[in-house]
């Protein structure tokens, strides 16, 4: 059966939507602060929404293939709806992180487990392709 993948990539899409949201974030902290660019410290807030992003960045070299491969080697619905979850972790996770460190660890849960679901589910299916099919 033939999947379009259209809803992993709207979600692909809406993924990077966050990712531009946490970036949009960082002038403001910029401003609050009183720190220009180039400089990356300085201030808490500030050095909390540059690693809100940096940690993203970090996760979606994760989270964007696995969500493409699991999409591929499985179902493309229980893809996106994985990648719903990842999106509702990071956003919990920036929130939290930009309002408390101590308050991150949920959010990053949430997106860690909607990754490993997708990452392991699709390296399993794979292997089992290769086993069953062959090359």
Known sequence: MH??????????????LVYLWMI??????????GIDAPAMT???E???HLRIQANTVEWLV???PSLWLFAIYWNDLIAAA??????LGRIIYAL???ADPKKRELGFIIQALATAVLFFGALGRAI???????N
């Open 82 to 87: 994985l990648g719903v979850v990842w999106m």
């Open 128 to 134: 089992w392709i290769l086993m069953v099919i062959g």
């Open 42 to 44: 300085g201030h808490p």
């Open 24 to 33: 949009l974030r960082i002038p403001g902290a910029r401003r609050r602060s």
């Open 3 to 16: 999947q379009s993948h259209a809803l992993v990539a709207i979600v692909t899409l809406l993924s990077l």
């Open 62 to 64: 994760i989270y964007l």
């Open 46 to 48: 500030l050095e909390r």
């Open 96 to 98: 939290g992180y930009a």
